[in-house]
């Protein structure tokens, strides 16, 4: 079993501590054949800059990674982006046209965000850090609009992968595989941020969505250290070919 790809990847352009090139040199040092350089969308550029200045900016990554491909010729990079979901209604923070012209379409529910309304930011951002935390009856009501929020995206949206589902954003598993199934949109296992449990993943492959396993690298060495993951299909047996990174 062995991974050929990381597609979930941080530079400079959001918060990730290193180039473009960094992440590519690193990515072939592991043996990989596939990178994605998805930096966080503009929507929380405001917040710490965290996301990319403006949407123009993934195009801009875009024509720097076009430059590196002919140096880098062992390796795929790909030019996407990590969107964030901006309201209930599963508007992302990079418009069509721009998305048209990326390779990697991430999109994932993030806390740090720039709400579309006021309504949104309490459903999004509120709910989550603070009712979630001291109403325990509402968590099943927060938990269903969050789902919403990634359901209506995928019917907007032409989304690669869905990242860290679950993370700091509680969501329905089963109802989230279900419609990533029929939207052939990929969950992501990521090993990042220390959330992810087994039950998610068997849970979810029991509907039959494919899944990613990704670094979420914001530091060089980071990209392609997906071993977490990696043993943790093997520990719960997901077949290899439900994962669309391994070989
Ligand atoms: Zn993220
Ligand atoms: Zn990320």
Do not use: W
């Not at 010729?73 to 209604?89: F, R, W, Y």
């Not at 494919?210 to 690298?217: E, G, Q, R």
């Amino acid at each position: 079993m062995k991974v050929f790809a990381d597609y979930h990847t941080h530079t400079r352009y959001s918060h990730g501590k290193g180039t473009i090139e960094d992440n590519v040199k690193a990515a072939i040092a592991r043996g990989l054949t596939q990178i994605g350089i998805t930096d966080h969308g503009p929507a929380s550029y405001s917040l710490h800059r965290l996301g990319v200045k403006n949407p123009e900016k993934l195009l801009d990554i875009k024509a720097e990674i076009n430059r590196l491909q002919r140096h880098y010729p062992q390796i795929e990079i790909l030019a996407g982006v990590e969107a964030n979901v901006i309201s209930i209604d599963g508007t992302i923070d990079v418009p069509y046209k721009i998305l048209q012209k990326l390779d990697k379409i991430l999109v994932g529910l993030h806390l740090m965000i720039i709400p579309k309304s006021f309504s949104d930011g309490k459903r999004l951002i509120y709910d989550n850090i603070i009712r979630y935390k001291f109403h325990k009856h509402d968590r099943e009501e927060i938990r269903y609009y969050n789902t919403l929020a990634l359901l209506n995206a995928l019917k907007r949206y032409p989304i690669d992968i869905i990242t860290h589902p679950g993370y700091r954003l509680d969501i329905d598993t089963v109802e989230l595989a279900r419609a990533c199934k029929k939207a052939k949109t990929a969950l992501e296992i990521n090993v990042s941020h220390g959330y992810l449990t087994e039950e998610f993943v068997k849970t979810a492959a029991k509907e039959g969505v494919k899944f990613v396993i990704s670094s979420d690298a914001h530091r060089p060495e980071d990209v392609g250290r997906l071993s977490v993951g990696i043993d943790l299909v093997k520990r719960i047996g997901l077949p290899k070919e439900q994962v669309l990174n391994l070989q």
